[in-house]
């Protein structure tokens, strides 16, 4: 077995950009930064452009360069202008460059283009005071400095081992779909803890609630995590005392980082840096049927429209939490639940403990002291659908009844028609066109249509996290 | 709808004995009284003889005549001595009647008689003060003296009525397998109302826990209560302050007695009178197996050895908890149990929600920052039943197992083969030479061998008190 820093010596070669590489990358990101300033001389109230993200503080991964420039805007113009503005020099720059232009959303519509197959993001930002800030990306600038102030040593190699690892242990990313670790947060850690290997042995013992204020903006932990409402993970903006930059990160996937953390100080190797898309191959139709065996998978299929993704997967993860309720609520046991999106697609998944309830079940009745023991009594001794009794046990009635359906399909259907189930209101046309399908059969057809869906339904049925993987192991 | 008065006008003319039946009654009560006394002087240490139970306070049904004569011994009398010579009174005395002998058990053996049809019981018993007790049955001259100190006007009619009706619904009976109302409990009720119908009405507005103390032993209702360990139901002992008269009625019991007095109160009716045996016709195995269908029932058959039927019930009770506590914890889900027994047979019966538990299970792991996180993945990573993850949700670890096992029959085999089922130890013997059957076939193969278990089968499918049994509506 090799240790943590033959690994890492290894990996390193692997994701560094070579010197020619680099300077190629800042040639192209500087050529492109005094465009936007020049056309942004046209327009009133831009005070600055810079460079942003790993860029401009050296930080990024080999095979993953990409190019943020962001304009910064005076706080005296309005949120209409700024982006009518931003969309005008975003396509008029990457036209000049030769490049194909797309209209992205974050909070605010930005531009993205694609040169020399590297992505570029031209983005709006306003310049103020810390602390003053009036969109979610004005801090950006503050943190590019931040960061680039702590970046001695080979500390930004450091950062690339851990984006690296983010990234192959599916951690990294804080859209709401991933709901995992942003390159900031990641860089943060890194220089928290003076290093790669330093940072990973102490996340291995990190016991929820982990507090970490860097700039020491606090003086007390305890006040520290009531103030934010006790999350697992708070790390202080070193640049906004009132932000944790750890707020996207869900509960899995801190639990999933630590865990991760954990087998990589147990066994160092070079896969937990490799990204699944380098080592999983597309599953056959056989491999997705024998996997299915046995199985109690619960599909549906949606047509969804085009929206901003954190917008989509907030309302694809409130509608997964519904469905589950409501199948939770019928007397369905949900194992695990999932979702997959493209383009207008969205599949979502759920492994049941069975996929039909039993045929009768059991009707709580009131205490026999209570007036309406008898209103019980008429009402169910007398009903078709009772089986057995009204008896007594204890102090309270109950009532054998059967069930009108116990198919998931019906009674899933059923609800959604009644409105019964709490579903996100963009997705509630989609939702009223939903497909449903259940295994083994349904399923397999399902994955049949798209060899993406059925990707992804082949890894639900795994259902590992990448550094878990069979393959990995 | 006949009101409550012309109900119980006319079930009194049912339940009353004649005057010439009470004087015939009567009769035979006095000869077998002097017989046994005349006996008793061959004895030593015998200090007085009497006739005790409903014959001494004149408050039996008719078709239920039963004679208790109580032999009252010295309390310098060994217990060995005691129950050995009460054996010889009570043989001699039947036979010099012409009747035949059964040794029966309660705390101590007595002798049990059939004269003229007429059942006879000659019981020893200790003479001593109040509150002195050597025995369970000291008490009863006590009992039966206060009781005939309230037999004032129609009271004895009252009784009789509140018997019936006791009896009818199934809540008569101080023995451990009815867990129900005793006789004596019968006659303070309706002597603490002052009548059947006030009774009745009073019971129907039960709240538990009752308190009811009618020499006033105590005078907090809370602190007696207390003193009691808060029982369902209190009825403090006119003659012995430390005895709740009603310590064996169960929740079920007391529930049920609730329950059919509200019923009564709401549309009194006679057939609140009638014992289930005289409506209850035997079931055809057509009716059986029509009942069976879609239900899910595990029955056992097991061959018990004699012995008093509280202590054989004590155990039967004890090991139905047992039974089902492990059906629980293998994942089933119970709905009722029940148990008949006769001679050496007894026949225990489940319902479940289902025979056999789905392939797969959840299995929860430990939360990803404890150091065990570890070893559950690589335990769980390649285990042969391991069939979906480790997987990561919220801090914790799971894993989707599969079962050796799914069917009730073997799960229950196998636990019981282990030991691992808490058993009455007089019952371990009957429980290792089990017999178990599982619906629908096999329980009806079960329910062919014996007429009684059968109709106790059709029961307890049909799961309804006697009082709200389907042919009662």
Not at 91 to 97: E, L, P, Q
Not at 145 to 156: E, F, N, P, R, V
Not at 207 to 236: C, M, N, Q, S
Not at 327 to 345: C, K, P, V
């Amino acid at each position: 077995m090799k240790n943590i820093e033959e690994v890492t010596t290894q990996v390193l070669q692997k994701i560094r950009p070579s010197l020619v590489e680099s300077e190629k990358l800042m040639r192209l990101a500087n050529r492109l930064l005094e465009v936007v300033k020049e056309i942004s001389r046209n327009y009133e109230g831009i005070l600055d452009a810079r460079l942003e993200g790993s860029v401009a503080k050296g930080t990024w991964i080999r095979g993953r360069e990409e190019v943020d420039v962001f304009v910064q805007f005076s706080k005296e113009i309005e949120k209409e202008k700024l982006e009518k503005t931003i969309l005008e020099i975003g396509n008029v720059v990457i036209k000049k460059f030769g490049g194909k232009t797309r209209l992205r959303y974050a909070e605010h519509p930005y531009v993205e283009g694609t040169l020399d197959s590297i992505r570029v993001n031209i983005v709006a930002c306003y310049k103020v005071e810390p602390g003053m800030w009036l969109s979610a990306v004005d801090r950006t600038p503050y943190h590019t400095d931040y960061i680039k102030s702590k970046l001695t040593g080979t500390i930004a190699d450091e950062i690339r081992l851990m984006k690296a690892f983010m990234l192959a242990c599916g951690v990294y990313g804080a859209e709401i779909r991933v709901g995992g670790f942003s390159g900031y947060l990641s860089e943060l850690l890194t220089i928290n803890y003076g290093g790669f290997s330093n940072a990973v042995v102490a996340v291995s013992n990190w016991r929820p609630p982990v507090y970490i204020d860097i700039e020491g903006h606090y003086t007390d932990r305890k006040e520290a995590l009531e103030a934010f409402g006790r999350p697992g993970l708070l790390v202080v903006d070193p640049v906004d005392k009132k932000r944790n930059v750890a707020a996207a990160v869900t509960d899995t996937k801190l639990s999933e980082f630590i865990l991760a953390s954990k087998m990589f100080f147990d066994s160092p190797s070079e896969r937990f840096f490799y990204t699944p898309e380098h080592v999983n191959r597309y599953r056959t139709m056989t491999e997705v049927r024998r996997a299915l065996r046995g199985r109690c998978i619960l599909g549906l299929r949606l047509r969804v429209q085009q929206k901003p993704p954190d917008v989509l997967w907030g309302e694809i993860k409130h509608t997964l939490k519904g469905i589950r309720r409501a199948l939770e609520h019928e007397g369905f046991r949900t194992f695990r639940y999932d979702a997959w999106s493209e383009g207008d697609l969205c599949v979502m998944l759920f492994e049941l403990q069975e996929l039909n309830l039993p045929a009768y079940y059991l009707h709580h009745g009131p205490p026999t002291y209570l007036a309406n023991a008898l209103e019980f009594v008429k009402k169910h001794s007398r009903a078709q659908d009772t089986v057995a009794g009204p008896w007594v046990s204890g102090s309270r009635l109950y009532v054998l009844k059967s069930r009108a359906k116990t198919s998931v399909k019906d009674i899933l259907r059923i609800r959604l028609t009644k409105g019964d189930v709490r579903v996100s209101a963009g997705l509630m046309d989609a939702i009223k066109r939903v497909k449903i399908y259940k295994s083994g059969e349904e399923i397999a057809k399902l994955a049949s249509k798209n060899i993406n869906f059925r990707q992804f339904i082949f890894e639900f049925l795994e259902a590992r996290p990448p550094f878990l993987a069979r393959h990995a192991q």
